[in-house]
Every structure is written in C-alpha cells, then in structure tokens.
C-alpha cells in the first residue's frame, strides 16, 4: 500500500529551528510537497521536490532523498505564526497526491 | 492570486438528505479536486476532473457524485448524507501544466454536519 508518515505533533521555540520528517512509501514518485495549512483555513503551496538536494526559501528548507523515500521541512527563526499544520504529500505514478495526515507545529515564546 | 471559493464554511444537514456543496474557481484552471479532510488522517481524494463534463473517481467515491458542467465550477453531491460523511470538505484547483508537479490551490473548507 501507499503510505506517508510524519510526526503528528511538534513544539518548538519562537526564535530557533525545527525540523519536520517526512518518510514515504508510494507506488512511483512525481516529486513531493509541503503545504502549510493553519487551523481553520486552506492548506498553501510552501515547496515542492522532485530531485535529491535542498530547496531553500526565506526561512524555509525543503530536502528531499528519494532513496531514502525520506523529506524535511526546516523552518528556521520561528515566528508565532508558524503554529501550524505542515502536510506533506507525495506525486505517486498516476500523478495523484498521497497526503500524510500533518504535523501540528507549535510554537512557544 | 488564484481564488477558490466555496459556497458554505458551515452546513448542518439531516441524514438522507441530498447534499451539494459548490466550489468555483477565477484562474481558467483545467483540474479540479474535492478532497475531505479528518482529524488524525491525510487529506483523502473523493473526485476529481481534468476537464469540463469529465470527472474521475479518487479514493473513496462511494456516497458522492460532480459534476463540472463548467470550466470554473465544480460540484460534489452527497446523494443521501449519512453521518459517516461528516467532515470537512476541500475545492482544489491547478492549472493544467501543473498536472504533473502541482501545486494545488485549494478553498476554505466547508465543515458539513450530518445529523
């Protein structure tokens, strides 16, 4: 079957660094995303991968290893309003998301 | 930036009762996607379409039907809601190009009480 794990809950401090994992587990691969998705609104569009390496944004890292079948989210100088849930999906061999169930990112002063 | 908007944030229905939830979207995309999303499990396809009056079947299609009579709306219908069907509700759009490596945009959500 096709499966997508991260850690269901994470707390982190305003200020320092936090890594969210992702491991799957699909039939095929067409690159993965990371949506941002605060409580009570849409999930956004935060970084896509599809070949092995780091994608920095801003404040925001995405690494990707597919042999691994391994991803992580960085966020680095969190801010209060990086209390989230980050979803991570994966682009299986029809194209379709797989989508992990989220990690709920809280943040403390 | 690309709009999705869902008719309802809330909606209290009754057990047997049709369902239809409305989701349009402003920037000409090609596909659509209506997801539901509960706690402690991922976002899970219920229908999704390619293309006007086209419609594909995701995940878990059983209780649901849509229909895309035009390129900026998409409808999914609760043929007879049942309480299972409790959820939360999520319109995705993306443009064509982006078929094969997204992103998807997506709408507030509604919240559907099945009672």
């Known amino acids: 079957g096709q499966n997508i794990d991260q850690p269901t809950e994470m707390t982190a401090t305003e200020g320092a660094i936090v890594q969210i994992n992702c491991t799957y587990q699909t039939s095929g691969f067409n690159g993965l995303f990371w949506y941002q998705q605060h409580a009570g609104e849409a999930p956004t569009f935060l970084s896509y991968n599809v070949l092995d390496g780091l994608e920095e944004k801003g404040r925001f890292s995405s690494f990707l290893s597919r042999s691994k079948g391994y991803s992580y989210l960085l966020l680095k100088e969190l801010q209060m309003k990086d209390s989230a849930s980050y979803l991570c999906a994966v682009s299986d061999s029809n194209y379709q998301l797989i989508w992990g169930a989220g990690t709920k990112l809280i943040i403390k002063p | 930036d690309v709009k999705v908007t869902q008719s309802s944030r809330y909606l209290v229905k009754r057990t047997g009762e049709k369902v239809f939830l409305e989701c349009v979207q402003d920037?000409?995309?090609?596909?659509m996607f209506w997801y539901r999303q509960d706690p402690g499990l991922g976002l899970r396809l219920i229908y999704f379409?390619?293309?006007?009056?086209?419609?594909e079947k995701g995940d878990i299609p059983e209780g649901y039907s849509v229909s895309r009579e035009k390129k900026e709306r998409f409808s999914l219908i609760l043929e007879s809601a049942s309480t299972n069907q409790t959820s939360m509700y999520l319109c995705?759009?993306?443009?064509?190009?982006?078929?094969?490596?997204?992103?998807?945009?997506f709408g507030d959500g509604t919240r559907l009480s099945i009672l």
């Open positions: 995705a759009s993306s443009k064509s190009s982006d078929r094969v490596n997204g992103p998807q945009h």
């Open positions: 379409s390619y293309d006007v009056k086209m419609k």
């Open positions: 920037m000409d995309h090609e596909n």
